[in-house]
């Protein structure tokens, strides 16, 4: 019967994947190529479609898969990488060096091109064997800064004041309306944060530029190098203009190409045919789903954020399809709403009673992120990922100062002790604030009894982890609100794992959500999936 459902997916999955095949294979050349990646800034955690001429924009897990594949590939001579400006924070530049690493490690040449670098993106291409500039770019190795901004003296001559509760000391997202600077406790978390990430930045250029880690902190002090200057202390390697890379290609891989024509192939086209299909679609390769939950996370929907009815609904027809071997959720979420977060992770839980559910998390993963991410059964981070927040906050604009300083008065009629609690005309009263930090209160033990469960803990074991704080991924891991440190392709190795799978066993990887189709149309065409509110 499953089968039988899913004929006209397979046929439609069939017909996609011999177009793709064939098309690559026209743009292909006979012999060895090099493989050209083109990065936006940032990349993308969804693909883009291109319109008007403009090309489509790769996602940063083709990216990835796409040099996995280059670097086993006997045709691929080695790789040109063209960097437009950092990759993304810290986790997706981690994440890329750490695959241009892999490249280079196989034996193949990867060169690394780019007008000026930055802290970010000189990490990601620090990964490459030949990083560039040309001979006007320059270096700007700043290090890393984390901005505050502090609002409170503003709204006080404006007359707004912001009335927060919150349930967790470190839960700091009010801060920034409700103070004139941080708080010790979030001063604390910031000075914690910023000292695992310039870990991270200095043990991945060390590494990447094989300069001693003081040597690269040395450096970050001087910040800026031309590009001269940033040959001579070991960040780049050559200064060369765009029209002379080529003799180096051919110098890199004699008798690939020739003086007047270097065979390269751009990555999608080379994607289309080697990488995206893994397997042929009738062969048996195992279907995984790849979900990217991508923004804020809000009740309601359309297609901004994380919106809960489609996702929900998009979670619940993964449940369903009985063909599905496994669900990669990719998570880059600075939270949201908290009731949605636990339907999601509710979903997720669901899901994972009947296949494995391994979460990938991207720069950030905080707060209903990271609520929704411990609904996996597996949790993988960057170093650098901002994880954890496990906290609760809410509150309210209080506009009554500014209305007064504008002439505007207000006579409200009120039926119910709290019918104004909402209303921005005046703050909290204590026994309305003492209401809302029991509710607080309540959601934020919700939050640490799924944490709890999600992961394996007691709740006594969460608590101490659960005042709202910010950690980086490394120290996620070390507290066990993560399993293992890595990237999308290092959770699909754990789903390979969970499914009993080789290293080199064929995967059909389907992204969700797909692209926003017309929505009017979409509702008479498409089943409820059994998602009845």
């Not at 200057?229 to 890379?245: K, N, Q, T």
């Not at 051919?250 to 045919?273: F, M, N, Q, T, W």
């Not at 669901?350 to 992120?369: H, K, W």
Request: with cysteine; aromatic share 4%.
């Amino acid at each position: 019967m499953a089968r039988e459902r899913n004929l006209p997916r397979r046929l439609a999955t069939g017909a996609g994947w011999l177009w793709r095949r064939g098309r690559g294979r026209l743009r292909l050349p006979r012999g060895r190529f090099w493989l050209r990646l083109r990065l936006p800034s940032p990349i993308p955690e969804s693909p883009t479609p291109g319109f008007f001429g403009r090309p489509a924009e790769l996602c940063y897990l083709d990216v990835l898969r796409a040099l996995d594949a280059a670097r086993t590939d006997p045709r691929v001579a080695g790789v040109l990488v063209r960097f437009h400006g950092p990759p993304g924070a810290m986790a997706r530049s981690s994440g890329l060096r750490r695959a241009l690493m892999r490249v280079r490690e196989a034996g193949k040449p990867a060169v690394a091109f780019s007008e000026r670098y930055s802290s970010l993106d000189l990490l990601a291409a620090s990964g490459a064997s030949h990083v560039l500039l040309p001979e006007s770019g320059s270096v700007f190795l700043t290090g890393l800064r984390l901005d505050g901004l502090y609002l409170r003296d503003l709204l006080d001559r404006l007359g707004v004041r912001v009335d927060v509760v919150r349930a967790g000391d470190f839960k700091a997202a009010g801060e920034m309306l409700t103070r004139s600077g941080p708080s010790q406790e979030n001063r604390e978390q910031l000075a914690a944060i910023a000292d695992d990430l310039f870990a991270e930045l200095e043990g991945g250029l060390a590494e990447g530029r094989g300069l001693p880690g003081e040597e690269v902190a040395r450096l970050v002090d001087r910040a800026l190098f031309p590009a001269a200057a940033a040959v001579d202390a070991g960040l780049i390697d050559g200064v060369r203009y765009p029209d002379e890379i080529e003799s180096l290609l051919l110098e890199l891989a004699p008798g690939v190409g020739r003086p007047d024509h270097i065979p390269v192939v751009d990555a999608p086209a080379y994607l289309s045919l080697r990488a995206r299909d893994a397997g042929i679609p009738w062969s048996g390769a195992q279907r995984i789903a790849v979900v990217i939950a991508e923004g804020g996370i809000r009740s309601g929907g359309g297609f901004r954020g994380i919106a809960s009815e489609p996702f929900r609904a998009l979670l619940e027809g993964l449940r369903r399809d009985e063909g599905l071997a496994g669900v990669l959720v990719r998570i880059d979420s600075p939270g949201g709403d908290a009731v949605t977060s636990d339907l999601l992770w509710r979903g997720l839980r669901r899901i994972g009673e009947e296949r494995p559910v391994v979460a990938s998390l991207g720069d950030v993963a905080a707060s209903g992120g990271y609520f929704m991410a411990s609904g996996a059964a597996t949790i993988v981070a960057e170093a650098g990922t901002l994880t954890g927040s496990i906290g609760v906050i809410g509150g309210k604009l209080d506009a009554s100062g500014l209305l007064e300083r504008l002439g505007v008065h207000s006579e409200p009629t009120e039926r119910g002790a709290r019918a104004g609690l909402l209303s921005p005309e005046r703050g909290f009263s204590n026994e309305e604030r003492n209401a809302l930090r029991d509710e607080m209160e309540i959601l934020h033990g919700l939050f640490v009894d799924r944490v709890a469960t999600g992961r394996g803990l007691s709740a006594e074991a969460v608590r101490p982890l659960a005042g709202g704080r910010v950690w980086s991924g490394s120290r996620a891991v070390e507290h066990a609100l993560a399993d293992r440190l890595g990237g999308p392709l290092q959770a699909l190795s754990i789903l390979r794992e969970r499914l009993g799978l080789g290293a080199e066993a064929p995967l059909s990887l389907e992204l969700h959500p797909g692209m926003p189709r017309l929505a009017g149309l979409a509702r008479l065409l498409r089943p409820s999936r059994g998602v009845l509110v």
